[in-house]
T-cell receptor, first 113, second 112 residues
Framework: KAGVTQTPRYLIKTRGQQVTLSCSPI?????VSWYQQTPGQGLQFLFE???????NKGNFPGRFSGRQFSNSRSEMNVSTLELGDSALYLC????????????FGSGTRLTVV | QQQVKQSPQSLIVQKGGISIINCAYENTAFDYFPWYQQFPGKGPALLIA?????SEKKEGRFTISFNKSAKQFSLHIMDSQPGDSATYFCAAVGSAGNMLTFGGGTRLMVKP
């Protein structure tokens, strides 16, 4: 059974640019969540999508956005990149309820220079 | 506002010893408490989870103890092994949303 696939694994962008990260969930999982991991702030929730609808949103500026497609794949976009956006971005998929648990991908390491 | 506080930040244990990591939460709406293990270069992996109607759950060498009245829960790793060296995160999920609120993490090193 394939796990959660995130692409690309590593990314270097320049301040002011925008970036799109991709996540393919486990087959059959309809919920995709995104988290930002930094040494200073730890793991912070960005947003969650279920059946193409955003169900929950964390406390991040509007520069962070996402979407989910009909095949449950999800993309996350960050516009006008800032140095502080450098982080490991993690995607987690689940069947839709916490009781089923969340499976994380290995993440995309974004470096903003 | 940090809703889940985790301690210690780092822990060194001898092989065969017991590793204990503690977490405390504030939001009484939390109703699902998982623990995740993360190795360098990997995403967090679910280790074990508990609901507040249970005071203890054991899976192999890993045990969660839960104290609902104190709003605290802990992870015990028995017979700790060098392969257990990783960062451990406690988390909580509320009935109102499907988002994980993580503790700050504990870096565990098990010395051979």
């Amino acid at each position: 059974k394939a796990g959660v696939t995130q692409t690309p694994r590593y990314l270097i962008k320049t301040r002011g640019q925008q970036v799109t990260l991709s996540c393919s969930p486990i087959s059959g999982h309809r919920s995709v969540s995104w988290y930002q991991q930094t040494p200073g702030q730890g793991l912070q929730f960005l947003f969650e999508y279920f059946s193409e609808t955003q169900r929950n949103k964390g406390n991040f500026p509007g520069r962070f956005s996402g979407r989910q497609f009909s095949n449950s794949r999800s993309e996350m976009n960050v516009s006008t990149l800032e140095l502080g956006d450098s982080a490991l971005y993690l995607c987690a998929s689940s069947r839709g309820s916490p009781a089923y648990g969340y499976t994380f991908g290995s993440g995309t390491r974004l470096t903003v220079v | 506002q940090q809703q889940v506080k985790q301690s210690p930040q780092s822990l060194i244990v001898q092989k065969g010893g017991i590793s204990i990591i503690n977490c405390a939460y504030e939001n009484t709406a939390f109703d699902y408490f998982p623990w995740y293990q993360q190795f360098p270069g990997k995403g967090p992996a679910l280790l074990i989870a508990i609901r507040p109607d249970v005071s203890e759950k054991k899976e192999g060498r890993f045990t969660i103890s839960f104290n609902k009245s104190a709003k605290q829960f802990s992870l015990h790793i028995m017979d700790s092994q060098p392969g257990d060296s990783a960062t451990y995160f406690c988390a909580a999920v509320g009935s109102a949303g499907n988002m994980l609120t993580f503790g700050g993490g504990t870096r565990l090193m098990v010395k051979p």
